[in-house]
């Protein structure tokens, strides 16, 4: 162990890139591939979703996160068929998930047949009939759930929604059902659209810009080059946490010489070190101090500190917020928050003078019991001074996966809007199914209840990133088939129904070609929506690993087929839509297809919807999801800007609310703490600097000083000492819910380290099976990851 960092980035992140590229690229496929990232007519980062800048991409767009994260994806290394022979399925289960990770990219189809103990080769055409048989085997299509991950592209996602409308079922979970499900909630309800209202622009722009909840230094880095340039324009920075970051204390910009030697940026200038779930009473401080200001301002006939002609014009519930707010005990406050009424005011001394003010978020807001309400009370306080919907002012979620945004614009969903569905129905020619479906931690209790029997994963790792891994891996064992469409082996692949089988595919590295007909051998691009609703080419450039692995999008079009049975129609025979343009991109790729003829199903039935046209020409699934979401007209050609394209943000571009009153919502939300009993933490689960979700790329975690080891708890010394626990001592994990279940993680290794008080932090996956499946967010049923109540017990040996 040693002391944790004060300063992010510079000589130790670049001389990480150097060690990762050349242990699984080498020097030359290194180069090639860390300068495309992000760039025009490159391909987008598989890493977070953080955007580029709007003046244009610079020669070097990655930072250490995306650098391992296509390191990893462009490796060298194979998870053949022989690697599966070799070990069983126990033999798997007893490693880490970061020795998985490190066996490399998966080569072609496998199986795991029912009874055995290894997986073994399969070819495409017989995987797809295994899934076509459970399939079309199950009493009602609400006994499948189809789950996705956030790196699948925009034509993949509305693909494989369209599939599973047409299959019958909404049950489309996601990681967003994990992650920004409560920011979607509370920002749908109170503002009309569930994503964030600003730009990177707006962030140089602003006064202040308040970061809670989120550590950009290790999971958003790219977000310490746009602090720093709006520290230079002038904008403070207030930083709100329960754990000191390396990454706003200092940043040394790899791309300045004098930064590289300790001449970096100091970013913040002022941490507020609060309490875990503190952040709804913080926000509704500030609120309650804006109302007293404003009180004062006008009594001496000073300039209103409130946007009074906004919030009568624009919004509705400002009588009772206020009155709420008024009627607020500075003790409870304080008390929830952790912090003295000084500190408080300290902040305030940023916000008062600042017009312009940007909230920035991430997982510490949104992983909570009162996960909503919270974003809901920052809502509250930038609506009252009317920073929404104008420069330098907004809403930032920071969303931490590369197209987790762009999944859910395509329909990934298993809520859908009715005028989704409508226009579906309209543009393809199918009815899809109303009811709404199952979100991640109800398919888990569907499948530990018998109700559902088949689970597909188009990525991710959903077995280690869901909650309550015990009752999770149980609940998946007892599915009839288990389905991974994946890059790499994870966890999830060992944890299997009756049958299983893992599909490979291409990575966000890979080039991808036209398998067949008359345009065999021609490069296709997908398209990704960035945190900021900008929507970009991503164009692979490697050979893949192996000619065996298929795309999402055609994964997706071959399961659907094998499903769905031949087309009843001529029209789909030939399986080929032809383009009525030439190529415009500079490196040869196909144009869109145009016309807009052939984009459904002629018949009204869905065997004759065109999924071999849609493999062959990704063009044809741009027309469709033209032809069905608002925002992608002409999407074709858009998409081909180097620069992308933005997508319509009513209340940013208009100041226009499209909730139910037509009104921006000021919401009063109630305050309730969580109860600690004695003897007893708050822990949040978090990650390390050496992981990126729930892929582990090495066991160390640089700026908080931890080495060769995760299965480690931090915990601020007093609280050691009131425990009666030593630094450095090895405990079991417990916690404890109101099911009266004993959860436990065995064996961490106690960190004396600077937590708020009374809280704990310890790493994702490991400490998922301390998370009660039960607990979740009010109002988003996201799990409460950052709020768990444990007690230590000692381990002996």
């Known amino acids: 162990m040693e002391a944790p960092k004060h300063h992010a980035v510079g000589l130790g992140a ?172 509370a ?135 206020q009155e709420h707010l008024r009627g607020l005990d500075w003790d409870d406050l304080t008390f929830a928050t952790g912090l003295t009424r000084a500190e408080i005011d300290e902040a305030m001394a940023l916000i008062l003078p600042s017009k312009r003010i940007v909230v920035c978020w991430a997982m510490g807001l949104t992983q909570h019991r009162q996960s909503v309400p919270t974003i809901q009370e920052v809502v509250n306080f930038l609506l009252l001074r009317g920073n929404i919907g104008r420069e330098g002012a907004g809403l930032c979620p920071v969303r931490g996966h590369s197209n987790v945004q762009g999944d859910r614009t395509m329909g990934i969903w298993e809520q859908p809007p009715e005028g989704f569905l409508d226009r579906l129905d309209e543009a393809l020619g199918f009815s899809p199914p109303r009811e709404h479906g199952l979100d991640v931690v109800n398919s888990v209790k569907a499948f530990r209840d018998g109700r559902l029997k088949v689970f597909v994963g188009m990525g991710g790792n959903f077995a280690a990133a869901v909650s309550d891994t015990e009752v999770t891996e149980a609940a998946l064992s007892k599915a009839r088939l288990t389905v991974q ?31 067949d007909g008359p345009r065999r051998g021609t490069p296709q691009f997908v398209t990704t929506e960035d945190s900021m609703s900008v929507v970009h080419a991503s164009h692979g450039h490697l050979e893949p690993p192996s000619g065996e692995l298929r795309s999402e999008v055609r994964i997706v079009c071959g399961m659907a087929r094998a499903v769905f049975g031949p087309p009843t129609h001529d029209g789909e025979a030939d399986g080929h839509v032809t383009p009525t343009g030439t190529s415009s991109m500079p490196d040869g790729h196909a144009s869109d297809v145009g016309g807009g003829s052939g984009l459904g199903t002629p018949t009204g039935r869905v065997e004759d919807l065109p999924w071999e046209a849609m493999a062959r020409d990704y063009g044809l699934i741009r027309e469709q999801i033209t032809a069905v979401i608002p925002g992608f007209e002409d999407f074709g050609a858009r998409a081909q800007r180097k620069e992308g394209f933005r997508l319509p943000h009513p209340p940013r571009d208009e100041r226009r609310f499209q909730t139910s009153t037509g009104t921006a919502r000021l919401t009063v939300n109630v305050l309730e703490p969580i109860a600690i009993p004695d003897g007893h933490l708050l822990l949040q689960t978090l990650r390390s600097h050496d992981q990126y979700n729930t892929t582990v790329y090495g066991l160390n ?18 609280d050691l000492e009131r425990l009666g626990v030593r630094d450095g001592a090895v405990v079991d994990l417990v916690s404890t819910w109101e099911d009266g279940v004993e959860r436990r993680a065995p064996r961490f290794k106690v960190v004396a380290y600077p937590t708020a008080r009374g809280c704990a932090a310890a790493y994702y996956p490991e400490t998922n099976p301390l998370v009660p499946l039960g607990s979740t967010a009010t109002g988003s049923n996201t799990p409460t990851s950052k709020s768990v109540v444990v007690r230590f017990e000692s381990v002996r040996g």
């Open 14 to 185: 670049t001389w990480s890139i150097a060690k990762q590229g050349l242990r699984h690229m080498g020097v030359a496929r290194s180069a090639e591939s860390l300068l495309r990232i992000n760039q025009p007519y490159g391909f987008q980062c598989p890493s977070c979703a953080w955007p580029e800048p709007e003046d244009g991409a610079g020669l070097v767009e990655f930072c250490e996160s995306g650098a391992k994260a296509v390191a990893n994806e462009a490796t060298r290394m194979r998870a053949s068929r022989e690697l599966f022979a070799r070990h069983s399925l126990d033999d798997l289960r007893g490693r880490t998930g970061h020795w998985l990770e490190q066996q490399g990219r998966l080569t072609e189809p496998m199986y795991l047949a029912p009874g055995a103990e290894h997986y073994a080769p399969i070819s495409w055409d017989e995987a797809f009939n295994v899934i076509a048989r459970e399939l079309r085997g199950l009493d009602s299509p609400d006994e499948a759930t189809f789950y996705t991950s956030g790196r699948t592209s925009n034509e993949a996602a509305f693909a494989y929604q369209l599939f599973v409308r047409a299959y019958g079922t909404n049950n489309l979970p996601d990681c967003s059902n994990m992650c920004h499900e409560s920011t979607s909630k």
């Open 187 to 321: 920002l749908g309800d109170t503002i009309g659209i569930g994503k964030g209202s600003v730009s990177i622009e707006d962030l140089v722009a602003a006064d202040l810009i308040i970061v809670a909840g989120q550590n950009p230094g290790t999971n958003h880095p790219r977000m310490l080059t746009t602090l720093e340039k709006a520290k230079e324009a002038g904008a403070k920075i207030l930083f709100v946490n329960p754990l000191p970051e390396a990454g706003l204390q200092r940043f040394d910009n790899p791309q300045r010489p004098t930064e590289l030697v300790g001449m970096g940026t100091h970013l913040q200038d002022l941490f507020l070190q609060i309490r875990l779930g503190g952040d709804l009473a913080l926000f509704q401080a500030f609120s309650r101090l804006l109302l007293e200001a404003d009180d004062a301002a006008r009594a001496a006939t000073r300039e209103p500190v409130l946007d009074h002609e906004f919030l009568a014009g624009s919004t509705d519930g400002f009588e009772a917020l």
């Open 485 to 515: 469409v994946s890059t790499k082996l994870n966890r999830s692949h060992l944890v299997t129904g009756r049958e299983a089988l893992i599909l490979p595919t291409l990575g966000r590295t890979d080039r991808d070609l036209v398998p």
């Open 701 to 718: 975690d640089r700026y908080r000083g931890i080495k060769a080891g995760r299965r480690v708890v931090l915990v601020r010394p007093e």
